[in-house]
């Protein structure tokens, strides 16, 4: 074996390099990046299949670059062992990495002919190859280096191997070789292969199943058994006349071959691999929207797109069945899912103190990459949309009116037009009216909120200040809508390039009619506004985490920023006070009588000017939500409500108000989750008689 060696090494570095001492040089400087290699492949920590559940641990997604399930030796089927060592290296149990008898007839044939080292392989060396194409590759040149047909690809491979074979057992060696090898249709490892083929786990596997992966992995591409099942059964009955080899470790009786040989391929109807990503998921169209803002808020929190690809983690998030179905099918009830033009949004968020838990994200339109079926892959329920909320801003106002010193008993002048004498319409007054129907007169606080005039949210904004309004929407929770974004709502640039942002540009240029909500805004963070005032005033940033988990079940802590004091408690309880008679009194007034509301809530609905946007923010102490209804088409116009059961539509002058679409899509939501839970009463005390 020692001559063996020697020769191989002769002949190597007569075909690699012109001088000794090259050669010297070189493997001595590769000495050490082999050794941490040959460490690194012993621990096996190879690309893994993450996995994101919802709040009870069901799966609704998964995202990796290679499927693959990572198996140990003992959950590994003994006929799958016999059939891979069969068929690729029918001495592994016996050879110390290099197989130098294959490897010397190799390597003669190519000096003689002037070739390249071809064959000869042992798994350990194929382990070695696959390893470093699929795992330590970082890009396709690093692979196709490390595939390379070339004497020194061999040499590298080989002197890796033998040292693998010094400190991993051939247990270990094999059973990482069968968890890294591809076996075709972007499938790696028997793990994943098993249930991609079989729907079934690698211990459970046949002698018949274990042939077919074994025979895959010569060549994944053309033995294909989905689109190329005769060349693939006549390779896996091969294998399995391989497996009845008396020289074997590993063998079959002759019996047992002829049994398997008559099998049928039996793949399943459909291939098991999991969809990769947020699209096609178990339930895409109704989780697709909470699994990508889960994506994006792990990328914030350190956890990025190519982490969560390998890094084989188990996510646990926030998600709850029951409330993300209800409100789904009431946005889909409202606006049905291929409704042209016309996006119903809606988020729920769980109040709390130390946590403001996001319970569903979704919309009447289904997440996936098709829009004549209704769908979208664009995040529109947690990322800033280009539409505004309307009067669910004049919230804002009231509450910075309430942190000076008002109270909601306090009068509100509401005059049937006014004109400011601080903010301008270009070079022109700013004058504003009231919306059809809303009366003038003065009225208290409370009752403004809930019937919503213009003129005297207007004229309370120039008494409590702009400033103080904006500050006010952001301190309560639109945080990215008031800071992260420009006028437009697009994301603003690390070099502000297209800044200023939003709260920046409306006190700037004194923007009078940001009380009324003409700002983009994201539905998901109007929710968590509501859930702010519910907590008593605590703001947390809206989570859909519960806890991670990385692949050896260690869990994994998460950057999330911590929880504020964003108003007292006891501005907290007037303005939810103050919030208290909209589905009473007020503009949902009639939607909540339709859904037999009895709850105390908040409530504010809104409308937009031209009617492009309307929307409703609402909650209970057990939950908060908004929900926004828009123009989502190529050439926005007015939304007009069909009445009745009819759907919305678009039109010219919208006639859409939030107390309609909006409302009675949370109502008919929130019916449904709070079933079962207990009437609370709101926090605060009401305020006595005026």
């Not at 795992?135 to 080989?158: G, S």
């Not at 059973?175 to 079934?200: C, D, E, I, M």
């Not at 459909?270 to 699209?279: A, S």
């Not at 403001?356 to 979704?362: D, N, Q, S, T």
Request: aromatic share 6%; net charge negative; proline share 6%.
């Amino acid at each position: 074996m020692f001559g063996l060696c020697v020769l191989a090494g002769v002949l190597v570095a007569t075909l690699m390099m012109p001088m000794a001492t090259g050669a010297g040089a070189v493997v001595n400087q590769a000495t050490d990046a082999m050794s941490s290699m040959s460490s690194s492949l012993a621990k096996r920590d190879m690309p893994q299949v993450s996995v994101v559940t919802d709040k009870d641990g069901e799966p609704i997604a998964h995202f990796f670059k290679d499927y693959r399930v990572e198996t140990k030796p003992e959950q590994i089927s003994g006929y799958m062992k016999a059939a891979i060592t069969a068929v690729e290296d029918k001495r592994f149990w016996n050879h110390d990495g290099v197989d130098w008898q294959g490897t010397m007839r190799a390597l003669a044939k190519n000096v003689s002919t002037g070739g390249t080292a071809q064959g000869a392989s042992t798994i350990t060396q194929q382990y070695v190859k696959n390893y470093l194409v699929h795992v330590v590759a970082q890009n396709e040149v690093d692979a196709e280096k490390a595939k390379e047909t070339t004497v020194a690809r061999k040499l590298r491979e080989a002197k890796i191997a033998v040292e693998l074979e010094r400190t991993m057992s051939k247990e270990e060696i094999l059973t990482g070789y069968l968890n890294v090898v591809p076996v075709g249709n972007q499938t790696f490892g028997v793990g994943a292969g098993a249930q991609t083929y079989f729907g079934t786990t690698p211990d459970k596997l046949t002698v018949a199943q274990s042939a077919l992966l074994a025979a895959v992995v010569n060549q994944p591409g053309s033995l294909n058994p989905r689109s190329n099942p005769d060349e693939a059964l006549e390779r896996r009955n091969l294998v399995i006349d391989l497996m009845t080899d008396p020289h074997n470790s590993l063998r079959i009786s002759e019996e047992d071959a002829q049994l398997a040989k008559n099998e049928p391929l039996g793949l399943t109807p459909q291939l098991g691999r999991p969809p990769n990503g947020c699209v096609g998921i178990g339930d895409g169209t109704t989780d697709g929207f909470f699994c990508e803002y889960v994506r994006s808020y792990l990328e914030r929190s350190g956890i990025d797109d190519d982490k969560l690809e390998t890094g084989g983690y188990t996510v646990r998030t926030t998600l709850d069945r029951k409330s993300s179905d209800a409100a789904k099918e009431a946005a889909k009830k409202q606006v049905p899912t291929q409704t042209d033009g016309i996006a119903n949004a809606m988020s729920v968020v769980e109040p709390g103190t130390d946590k403001h838990k996001v319970r569903a994200l979704v919309a009447n339109r289904d997440f996936g990459n098709d829009p004549n079926a209704g769908q979208t892959a664009y995040d529109i329920v947690s990322r800033v949309q280009p539409f505004g909320a309307g009067s669910i801003y004049k919230v804002f106002t009231a509450a910075a009116a309430l942190e000076q010193g008002m109270t909601i008993n306090d009068n509100v002048p509401v005059p049937a037009n006014y004109t400011s004498s601080v903010y301008k319409n270009g070079t022109n007054p700013y004058t504003v009216g009231n919306a059809e129907g809303v009366q003038p007169g003065d009225r208290t606080l409370q009752m403004a909120l809930a019937t919503s005039p213009n003129t005297g949210f207007v004229a309370l904004q120039e008494k409590v200040g702009l400033n103080a309004a904006v500050d006010m929407a952001s301190k309560l929770g639109l945080r990215q809508g008031m800071n992260g974004v420009n006028s437009s709502g697009s994301t603003l640039k690390d070099d502000g390039s297209n800044g200023p942002s939003q709260a920046e540009a409306v006190k700037k240029n004194k923007r009078g009619a940001f009380t009324l909500g003409y700002t983009p805004t994201s539905v998901l963070e109007l929710s968590n506004v509501a859930a702010t005032i519910m907590s008593g005033g605590t703001y947390c940033p809206p989570t859909p985490l519960e806890e991670i988990r990385d692949r050896n079940g260690n869990e994994v802590p998460i950057k999330e920023a911590p929880c504020e004091q964003a108003i007292s408690p006891e501005i907290a309880g007037q303005l939810a006070q103050g919030m208290s008679k909209d589905d009473t009194e007020g503009t949902s007034k009639v939607a909540a009588s339709a859904a037999q509301w009895t709850r105390p809530m908040i409530g504010k609905t809104g409308t937009t000017q031209e009617s492009k946007s309307a929307g409703f923010l609402a909650a209970t102490p057990q939950m908060a939500g908004a929900v926004l209804t828009y123009a989502d088409g190529s050439r926005p116009r007015g939304i007009c409500d069909g009445g009745g059961d009819a759907p919305p539509y678009l039109c010219g002058d919208g006639n859409i108000f939030g107390g309609k679409v909006p409302a009675r899509t949370w109502f008919d939501a929130m019916t449904k989750i709070h079933e079962g839970l207990p009437a609370a009463p709101l926090p605060g005390s009401p305020p006595p008689a005026p």
